[in-house]
């Protein structure tokens, strides 16, 4: 491990050392919400009349015969262990709260037949569906919904809202819906593994814990951050959201070659940095050179899972950490990723406080249901998922959703692979065309090429000789 690497899971360690225990007891009663929930409800209330819907959603082909009974055996298993899926939400007289709902009610997994249909219609009902409101105020903030295509290929499409679930999330739902099918078929035990954390446990221990001298580090470090002039720009952001909820968008996809990535794989490591920080500093560049920012404000996601008692919990406990960068494109790439590795580390390290607890005070001008990043980035390395392995059935290629959650005006996402990297752009058609980010991502690309070739020169520069506008 670099020595930096070493240094700042130290400085985490040490942090989290001043953290309280988790609890495991449940709460009774309502609670307020977190932080991040906070800025989550704003947002839904100011988006209650249009398209926009605030949820996260996962299809999974399923090929073979499908069993009913067992898969609404599953679901329910699922429901019943994880108090984020029987979560209501309401305004009261102290603000928003939330409540845990007894099980019951039904009405989490519903059918539709396709048969016939074109892909294209799949596509428009698979995206009808994730888009489609939840009333939170019924304590079912979470559905499955299944389409036949053929009697034996069907779609499970499983869909929250983003109050109670996040991405990590979904994968544990449909880990544990495989295992609970499995179980049914198979006649095996039932276990009675519940998670040591609920979301409504942990919404109350982050809440206490942020209001306690152990937050205190965290706070300073996130109050010197947000002091950059580039969170002072009200008025100024790159991409204006139009007046009318337009919430349309789009997703355009390029390939790194392999050279390209091995040459930042080897750039990378002569330079102790992580290649995820050459990709993002090249980013931070494009969106500067394409987009006339002078700040540029780049979000990154942190799973906020460290401890292991957190690692299988379904809800909200990701977060954006932002990383502000001034004139990025002014700096050679060797410079601008040693910035970009420090950057990150430093957020990392303080992640366990969501950006949302400390921008009402330090930003009170922010619209509390917007946020203060400008754009997204984020990169994975190659990795084996926990399988979802269902009796009789077999995994068919993952569907690609078309709904865009356009909250996000931009977002990159690098996969990185043994071949190269696949660089995915996704938009919201308020903020770029199609063909512009087909141009964003072809000065990407070359940007990458060019910088790996000639680490030294300025990154403005290089961005003159690909074509950047």
Same mark, same amino acid.
């Given at each position: ?40 409800? /704003? ?16 299809? *999974? #082909? ?40 007894? #099980? ?32 939170? %105020? ?7 919904? *299944? ?10 499409? !499983?869909?929250? /809202? /983003?109050? *109670? ?9 449909? #880990? ?14 039932? $276990?009675?593994?519940?998670?040591? !954390? ?24 996130? $109050?010197? *951050? ?20 337009? /919430?349309?968008? =789009? @997703? ?19 330079? =102790? ?31 906020? @899972? ?25 700096? &050679? ?57 269902? &009796? ?13 959650? &356009? ?6 996402? #690098? ?38 070739? @000639?680490?030294?020169? %300025? ?11």
């Amino acid at each position: 491990m670099w020595d930096s690497a070493r240094r700042h899971l130290r400085e985490q360690l040490r942090l989290e050392r001043g953290l309280p225990s988790l609890p495991g007891e449940s709460v009774c009663g309502p609670i307020p919400l977190s932080a991040t929930q906070m800025r989550m409800w /704003h947002r839904e209330l100011t988006t209650a009349d249009g398209r926009f819907a605030n949820n996260v959603a996962a299809p *999974v #082909v399923l090929l073979g015969v499908l069993d009913r009974p067992a898969l609404e055996y599953a679901v329910e298993r699922v429901v019943r262990r994880h108090n984020a899926l029987r979560t209501a939400f309401e305004e009261t007289p102290e603000g928003p709260r939330q409540r845990v709902r007894t #099980v019951g009610g039904g009405g989490r997994i519903t059918y539709e037949d396709l048969s016939g249909g074109s892909p294209e219609m799949v596509d428009r009902r698979l995206a009808a569906t994730v888009t489609e409101r939840f009333d939170l %105020t019924a304590g079912v903030p979470f559905r499955v919904v *299944v389409f036949r295509r053929r009697p034996d290929d069907h779609i499970m499409l !499983v869909v929250g /809202h /983003h109050l *109670v679930l996040d991405g990590r999330s979904l994968s544990v739902i449909l #880990v544990e819906v495989a295992r609970c099918y499995t179980e049914y078929l198979d006649g095996g035990p039932v $276990r009675d593994d519940r998670p040591i !954390v609920q979301l409504d446990q942990f919404v109350r221990w982050q809440g206490d814990w942020m209001r306690s001298a152990a937050a205190v580090p965290y706070e300073r470090y996130w $109050r010197s *951050v947000l002091a950059d002039p580039a969170f002072r720009r009200f008025g100024a952001h790159p991409f204006r959201r139009p007046s009318a909820d337009d /919430h349309s968008g =789009g @997703r355009v996809v390029c390939r790194v070659s392999a050279e390209v990535a091995a040459r930042v794989d080897g750039f990378a490591a002569a330079e =102790g940095v992580s290649s995820i920080s050459v990709y993002l500093a090249a980013y931070q560049a494009v969106m500067e050179g394409c987009l006339g920012q002078r700040h540029v404000v780049v979000g990154i996601p942190a799973v906020n @899972r460290g401890r292991a008692e957190l690692a299988d919990m379904v809800g909200l406990l990701a977060n954006v950490l932002p990383v502000a960068v001034v004139e990025p494109a002014s700096r &050679t790439l060797r410079s601008a990723v040693c910035l970009a590795e420090r950057s990150v580390a430093a957020a990392y390290v303080h992640q366990a406080m969501p950006i949302e607890h400390m921008t009402p005070r330090e930003m009170p001008l922010l619209d509390p249901a917007e946020s203060p990043i400008d754009t997204f980035f984020a990169a994975y390395r190659q990795a084996v998922p926990e399988p979802v392995l269902m &009796t009789g059935l077999e995994l068919g290629p993952w569907p690609q959703l078309r709904a865009k959650d &356009t909250e996000t005006p931009v977002m990159m996402t #690098v996969f990185i692979d043994d071949d190269g990297a696949d660089v995915r752009l996704g938009y919201g058609e308020w903020a770029l065309s199609e063909s512009a980010a087909h141009d964003l991502l072809a000065v990407y690309t070359a940007l990458m090429d060019a910088g790996t070739r @000639r680490p030294d020169v %300025t990154l403005a520069s290089l961005l003159g000789t690909v074509g950047a506008p």
